[in-house]
């Protein structure tokens, strides 16, 4: 089924509030669901608003609590997310930075007690609106095992960073694994078979079913690079931020406690080390001159980090979004006992 991106997220804040969410939260949540929508992450996207919803109704995540400043100096901040969906402790942290970024040129925030906060992208381009160079990342429950471990120890533990320019930003957002997890979750779904290459079972062996893989692990990016990585967003949203590393958290889809994610954001004001008209000049002629070169066999054209997703928001803004229908039905049932309809 197609949807505006209007109605869609409209459907969603109303949904949110009906489950007794306040309004800041509500709208803050929707956004970012549709965000991932428009830019093509649709595992992080609208399928996702079940099992909020879920957690929200089983007390697992607050309804009402808003974010706190634990502990601030000139370019630090550390957040208590009050244990709020995700995305609201993450805006919050990242917002904090933009403001004291501006004052100080940089600002980096430490974020615990949260919840799972959607794409990372979403809080990183929120940074280069400002004409600030955005970072984010954010832990999750052990999926990767460690670089000749034979069991899980760091979480699929997404990485962006978004940078201004005269075109649309350079944004990457990626995972320390061949795959984020969202994936799996959304094939599973779907009743759809995943990639060799993407998981291991419990037993070690690759894998081609979706759930096999989510019991077991994920594949790291180049083994010991990708481990590396993951160890260092586990030390950066674990131990920093003071949440704990990601065999000490608690699932998304197990109902047995609150999360309890940490997330580390921050923002560099660029007007800081130079002027800005003359950066985001620089970072568009960079790209220009990336596009220019000769391209490899098979490559029609080489793209930069973002340039897909910014095609896909722009497409979909102007044709619509498709929603899988299973997905749909699930929509339509959250907000049936509230007397909301699902309308393409």
């Known amino acids: 089924m197609r949807f505006s991106h209007a109605d869609l997220k409209e459907y969603c804040r109303r949904v949110i509030l009906a489950h007794g969410v306040y309004e800041e939260a509500a709208e803050t949540v929707a956004d970012m669901l549709l965000d991932a929508e428009l830019t093509g992450v649709s595992s992080h996207g609208v399928s996702r608003l079940a099992i909020y919803m879920e957690r929200v109704d089983k007390g697992l995540v607050s309804k009402d609590s808003c974010p706190r400043i634990l502990r601030e100096s000139p370019s630090a901040v550390v957040i208590d997310a009050a244990n709020s969906l995700g995305a609201v402790g993450a805006k919050f942290a990242m917002e904090t930075c933009i403001r004291k970024a501006r004052e100080t040129g940089c600002c980096f925030a430490a974020v615990n007690n949260s919840n799972h906060f959607g794409a990372a992208a979403y809080y990183t381009r929120m940074a280069a609106r400002e004409n600030m160079i955005g970072f984010c990342c954010t832990n999750l429950t052990a999926k990767i095992a460690p670089y000749g471990a034979a069991e899980p120890f760091m979480g699929t533990d997404p990485i962006s960073v978004a940078v201004p320019s005269d075109d649309c930003p350079v944004v990457l957002d990626m995972t320390p694994s061949v795959v984020a997890l969202g994936k799996l979750i959304l094939a599973q779904k779907l009743g759809k078979e995943i990639p060799v290459g993407w998981a291991l079972d419990q037993e070690g062996r690759p894998t081609t079913d979706p759930a096999a893989g989510r019991a077991g692990s994920l594949i790291p990016i180049g083994g010991p690079k990708g481990s590396g990585l993951a160890l260092i967003v586990e030390v950066l949203c674990g131990i920093l931020t003071g949440a704990g590393t990601a065999t000490h958290l608690h699932d998304l889809y197990k109902f047995d406690a609150p999360q309890g994610v940490g997330h580390f954001l921050g923002a560099i004001d660029v007007s800081a080390f130079m002027d800005v008209e003359a950066f985001r000049a620089g970072v568009s002629a960079m790209r220009k001159e990336i596009k220019d ?52």
């Open 293 to 344: 070169l000769r391209r490899a066999e098979g490559f029609s054209e080489v793209l930069l980090p973002g340039e897909r997703s910014a095609r896909s928001a722009a497409g979909k803004a102007a044709e619509g979004i498709e929603v899988p229908e299973l997905v749909c039905a699930e929509l339509a049932a959250l907000g049936k006992p509230f007397g909301l309809t699902l309308r393409t």
